[in-house]
């Protein structure tokens, strides 16, 4: 399995809900990133997880709370979020040796719609 | 603060003409740089990085230091070509920061 994807495709939530991204990858990659990615515009940092220890915090506000269970799993919990919120939100895995000449694999993304 | 440049929003080209995406960065120490493909529906994905020193698709890119750029090309544009290009640097963190992308439309 030489791809990273995401759970679910598509999400809607009201601002008052409590949702969870999921993303997955089984090339045995060590460093796990989730990014958002607003219409027109190129993906912004969010998170970094290096060998499932958060390393890279973006200052992102609370509402969004990564998780990193497993060094295949990543998950990224949204509550009380805002319309301003909506975005792709995308996760990427890289192996995580030497970092700056990581190339990074991007999943689908999840299309993530607030009310 | 590291930052990447891409001075083109859009570039329109004919197939089988050439077409060079420029970008140019600021970063303190020696940056890894990378050129990301996104085609229509579809994930962003590498085209190229400068350490491999490939070419990819019959696109090449060439980092010169002195004029801090890093700029794409290819000789004969094709209609599969049509995507968005973004041109990124990875700092020592692995922090992976990309320019705000160039559009590129191949017409027949």
């Known amino acids: 399995d030489t791809e990273v994807t995401q759970t679910p495709k598509h999400l809607v939530m009201g601002m008052t809900n409590k949702k969870s991204l999921k993303c997955e990858q089984h090339?045995?990659?060590?460093?796990m990133y989730w990014y958002k990615q607003k219409a027109k515009k190129p993906p912004e940092l969010m998170f970094v997880y290096s060998y499932e220890k958060l390393s890279i915090n973006e200052s992102v506000p609370s509402r969004f709370s990564p998780e990193c269970p497993n060094s295949s799993l990543l998950n990224l919990h949204l509550h009380a979020l805002q319309p301003e919120d909506s975005a792709l939100y995308l996760c990427a895995s890289s192996q995580g040796l030497a970092a700056s000449l990581d190339t990074q694999y991007f999943g689908p993304g999840t299309r993530l719609t607030v009310l | 603060a590291q930052r990447v440049t891409q001075p083109e929003k859009l570039l329109s080209v004919f197939k089988g003409a050439p077409v060079e995406l420029k970008c140019n960065y600021s970063?303190?120490?020696?940056?890894?740089l990378f050129w990301y493909v996104q085609y229509s529906r579809q994930r962003l994905q590498l085209l190229l990085r400068h350490i491999s020193r490939e070419s990819i698709k019959g696109f090449t890119a060439d980092l010169n230091k002195g004029e801090t750029s890093f700029h794409l090309k290819k000789p004969f544009a094709q209609e599969e070509d049509s995507a968005m290009y973004y041109c990124?640097?990875?700092?020592?963190?692995?922090?992976?920061?990309f320019g705000a992308g160039t559009q590129v439309v191949v017409t027949p």
């Open positions: 990124a640097l990875t700092d020592s963190w692995g922090k992976l920061q």
């Open positions: 970063y303190s120490g020696s940056p890894e």
């Open positions: 090339m045995g990659h060590r460093a």
